[in-house]
Nanobody, 121 residues
Framework: QVQLVESGGGLVQPGGSLLLSCVAS????????MGWYRQAPGKRREWVAT???????NYDYSVKDRFTISRDNAKNTTNLQMNSLKPEDTAVYYC???????????????WGQGTQVTVSS
């Protein structure tokens, strides 16, 4: 199996910054993409950012120019640098990867357990 471990969540004041990290381990042959989703209380889970194998990045409009996603292919990690945080960013943030165990496998999505981010004064 593939395991994802997120870290870096916590409480921060509006305008502050947090760095979320995600480390993938287990049976990984290759990774097509890594990304982040979030879910706030009473809301559906929404996509935040994605980085692909060629280092192309995409962001939801609500976080564009404030968040930066990066990856380290050798370490199977992805980071989400969050700046200028707003109360609306409060949510549980989930790391996700799309990977395969071997060349002949299907691409398969995996999810982390989530890390809480709270933006409040």
């Amino acid at each position: 199996q593939v395991q994802l471990v997120e870290s870096g969540g916590g409480l921060v004041q509006p305008g502050g910054s947090l760095l979320l990290s995600c480390v993938a381990s287990g049976s990984i042959f290759s990774i097509r993409s890594m990304g982040w989703y979030r879910q706030a209380p009473g809301k559906r889970r929404e996509w935040v950012a994605t980085i692909t194998s060629d280092d192309s990045t995409n962001y939801d409009y609500s976080v564009k120019d404030r968040f930066t996603i990066s990856r380290d292919n050798a370490k199977n990690t992805t980071n989400l640098q969050m700046n200028s945080l707003k109360p609306e960013d409060t949510a549980v943030y989930y790391c996700t990867i799309t990977s395969k165990r071997a060349l002949g496998d299907f691409w398969t999505p995996y999810w982390g357990q989530g890390t809480q981010v709270t933006v409040s004064s």
